[in-house]
């Protein structure tokens, strides 16, 4: 936990206990997180603000593509999901 006790998603998010459910929360922080960062960047180029704007734009796309990767680790455990290119085990006889 942070100085002020609120939890974070770092204590939220324990790596014995990972669901999918966690990995879609994780996916969402972290585009949530991007949002804001481009925000930022756009702001800070409005501004002329060129080392900020520089400096968003890549926080954001960290974050992008640690939304990425939890969102894949997600869409790959999820059970319910069925490989559209299975190939069979057997061949069928014309």
């Given at each position: 936990m942070t100085e002020n006790n609120a939890p974070t998603m770092d204590d939220a998010f324990d790596e014995d206990s990972d669901t999918i459910g966690?990995?879609?929360?994780m996916a969402a922080h972290h585009?949530?997180?991007?949002?804001?960062?481009?925000?930022a960047a756009a702001t800070a180029d409005d501004d002329g603000n060129d080392e900020a704007a520089?400096?968003?734009?890549?926080?954001?796309?960290?974050?992008?593509?640690?939304?990425?990767?939890?969102a894949e680790i997600a869409a790959m455990e999820?059970?319910?999901?069925e490989d559209e290119f299975d190939v069979p085990t057997e061949l069928e006889a014309d």
């Open positions: 966690d990995y879609h929360r585009f949530q997180a991007s949002a804001k960062h481009h925000m520089a400096r968003h734009a890549y926080l954001a796309y960290r974050h992008q593509l640690n939304g990425v990767q939890y999820s059970e319910s999901l």
